[in-house]
Structures are given as structure tokens and as C-alpha cells.
């Protein structure tokens, strides 16, 4: 860990790896009942540990995809500018589609990506974040399957990342300044 920064976990390893096999038995029995395979659609680069952990916590027949967005924030909070960096593979027409996020915040970048999705024609679309910061929301958007609702702190660790760090900590933790909380 970075000397300037301390961290104090909040989710152990443990603690994700239970919530993660109940998130995988509940889309089980709730998703995919469609003709074909569920699409599974993973939001990189944030989300690729826990779509790791989770699709073999799923006892369905599935697919995976990713897709890699760039997002900056304009002088109003209000307005976001959401840019599709790296697109999907395959098509998702007609599909049964899981979106799979690491944390969603204020919504903006998921309400970007369920629009986009949607102009595709998915036969269901879903989503699943590890974590919800559901006090956070600016842009409403419909969270069908989380893992732990999150307060204000900033969080890395099990995909997260400060500045592109961290992402490898197995476990999940608040980062704060030395000196602050
Ligand atoms: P939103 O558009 O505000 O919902 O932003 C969601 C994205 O911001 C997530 O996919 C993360 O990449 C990033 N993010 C938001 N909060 C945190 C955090 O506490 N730690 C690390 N990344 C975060
Ligand atoms: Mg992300």
C-alpha cells in the first residue's frame, strides 16, 4: 500500500466470495430463460475479477463480452460525457443480457450503457454490480442483482482501483489520505 494512503477493509475475501456464490444461485434460478445462452456483458476494466468469480457461480449456459467505456465529467454534475471505447464482439439481438459492473455510483455511466444496449435489441437486459452506491445517484437506473450497498468512501481492492492501482488486493477497502479518517 502506498505510504500516503491507509486503507481499512471493508469487505473481506471471504465476505465476497459468499455474496458472490448467492448472487450466482439467484441469476441462476432468475436469468437466462430464453432460447439461447445468457449474454453476459462485462464493463471493463472495473468489473473483470468479479465477472471472474461470478460466471462460475453460474449454472447456466453463457457467453461473455466486454466492453470498455471512457467517461469524464462536465463543469455540471448533471451532464456526463460517456464514450464507447472498446465495443462488444458479438451481437446481442434477441439475447438474454446480464450487465456486469464492479460499483455503480451516480448511475451516469451504467444509464449510458443500458441506453446504448437497449438500441440493440436484447430480448431481456439485466444488470449486476458488486457494489451499490445507491445514496450517490444522479441517473436512475434499474440495479437488478448487488452484491453490498456502499456509503461515500472511496474503495479499491477485488477490481477497484485508485489511478489504476490496486485492483489486485483480494479483498475490498476504504482509501484515505494519512492524516484523515
Ligand atoms: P458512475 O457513472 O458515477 O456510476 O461511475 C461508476 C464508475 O466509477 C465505476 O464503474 C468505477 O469505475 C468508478 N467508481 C465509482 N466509485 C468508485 C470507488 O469507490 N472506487 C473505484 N472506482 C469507483
Ligand atoms: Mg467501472
Request: proline letters at 2%.
Amino acid at each position: 500500500m502506498h505510504p500516503e494512503f491507509h486503507k481499512r477493509v471493508i469487505f473481506t475475501e471471504e465476505d465476497i466470495s459468499r455474496r458472490v456464490r448467492e448472487l450466482g444461485a439467484e441469476i441462476t434460478a432468475g436469468c437466462g430463460h430464453g432460447s439461447g445462452p445468457l449474454a453476459v456483458v462485462s464493463i471493463l476494466k472495473g468489473g473483470f475479477i468479479f465477472l471472474a468469480d461470478l460466471i462460475r457461480a453460474i449454472d447456466l449456459d453463457l457467453t461473455v463480452d466486454f466492453m470498455a467505456i471512457s467517461s469524464y465529467r462536465e463543469s455540471s454534475l448533471h451532464s456526463s460525457g460517456v464514450r464507447i471505447v472498446k465495443d462488444l464482439s458479438d451481437s446481442i439481438f434477441d439475447r438474454d443480457v446480464l450487465v456486469v459492473e464492479d460499483i455503480v455510483d451516480t448511475g451516469l455511466t451504467l444509464s449510458y450503457i443500458l441506453r446504448n444496449l437497449q438500441e440493440r435489441g436484447p430480448r431481456d437486459l439485466r444488470v449486476c454490480t458488486l457494489l451499490d452506491r445507491t445514496g450517490s445517484r444522479i441517473a436512475p437506473v434499474r440495479v437488478d442483482y448487488h452484491g453490498f450497498e456502499v456509503g461515500e468512501e472511496f474503495l479499491v481492492g477485488y477490481g477497484l482501483d485508485y489511478m489504476q492501482k490496486w485492483r489486485n488486493l483480494r479483498f475490498i477497502c476504504a482509501l484515505a489520505e494519512k492524516g484523515q479518517g
